[in-house]
């Protein structure tokens, strides 16, 4: 029989294994404090130059973060390009000639680079940056948890199937939420992140007059039309009052508000845009938790479109 000495040591190690486990597992708003102090305001300036020469990159930005952690969660691997030997999610259906960005993200790498040399990761940064992008264009805030790793790889397969299609129905859009840990609350607050940013007309061919005017009935696929048409530039609750009218752009926005078990939410963000952007801060930082790489899992990238 083991002495009380050794009996303590084992519980005392096993106890010290799991709490270091489970530090490393968590996320933290000053992970990076010590490491890259300047990160946050690297992001913020490069954000706002972006922004300022396109307002729809801050739509755009937010996009591309819901996109990657929707697919094996918060880790990056949207960033990564196809090369020979690799395939990584842009190709999907559901990214293919839609999701952009890149370019902003990559540049925020190369400064944060110089600051902090491979430190940063890029989930954390295309985190940081859809959190800004909307603050410039009048959304509210969140606080960004941060510790995240990048993958090393990327899932075709998911992203075609996990994403949700703008002709889902509210069912479906319900289960898809639901599959990432996310309700029915997180998905109605989060759909409208649509307040801001344009669709292509291929997507929106049997909606209302919102997008008539761009999207003719044949032809012009690539056109785009305001998702928002009233303030298709400022992040506000006007996407809510669209739907009450019946003129969310995509099939899967006007399910939110069709007879089903979210229009009674829709009427209150329409009335109540501080309860929409407290909803829509909340849901941002719980899906921002989808299935985080930490400790020794993933990389830090030093470039976000290719593994090191």
């Known amino acids: 029989m083991a002495s009380t000495t050794q009996l303590i040591f084992v519980i005392f190690t096993f106890f010290s294994f799991f709490f270091c486990a489970t530090t490393d597992a968590q996320l933290s708003p000053s992970f990076y404090r010590k490491t890259c102090p300047k990160l946050h305001g690297i992001v913020r300036k490069t954000m706002a130059q972006a922004v300022k020469t396109e307002k729809r990159m801050g739509a755009s930005i937010l996009r591309l973060f819901f996109h990657d952690c929707f697919v094996n969660g918060c880790d990056g691997s949207i960033l990564l390009v196809d090369t020979p030997t690799f395939t990584g999610e842009q190709g999907a259906q559901p990214n293919k000639n839609s999701v952009r960005g890149f370019n902003v993200i990559n540049t925020i790498k190369t400064n944060v680079e110089k600051a902090c040399n491979a430190t940063v990761s890029c989930a954390d940064i295309l985190a940081l940056a859809a ?15 941060l510790g995240r790793r990048d993958s090393t790889t990327a899932n075709l397969t998911a992203a ?22 996310l309700s029915a ?61 019946r003129h ?26 501080r309860r929409f952007a407290r909803d829509f801060a909340a849901a941002m930082i719980r899906m921002g938790n989808i299935s985080p790489l930490t400790g020794s899992d993933g990389e830090i990238r030093l470039k976000c479109s290719v593994v090191n």
């Open 248 to 273: 969310g752009l995509f099939h899967s926005d006007q399910e939110l508000f069709n007879g089903g078990s979210q229009d009674e939410l829709v009427k209150s963000y329409s009335i109540n845009g």
């Open 131 to 145: 959190r800004d992008g909307t603050v410039m264009l009048g959304g509210p805030s969140w606080t960004v948890s």
């Open 160 to 181: 075609n199937a996990d994403l949700p299609p703008p002709f889902a129905n509210l069912d479906t859009l319900i289960s898809m939420f639901a599959a990432k840990g």
């Open 185 to 245: 609350t997180d998905m109605t607050a989060l759909s409208g992140a649509h307040t801001i940013g344009l669709g292509r007309c291929t997507l929106t061919r049997t909606s209302p007059p919102s997008g008539k005017s761009t999207c003719p009935f044949s032809g012009g696929d690539d056109n785009l039309a305001p998702i928002d048409l009233r303030t298709p530039d400022k992040f506000d609750n006007k996407y809510y009052h669209n739907l009450r009218l």
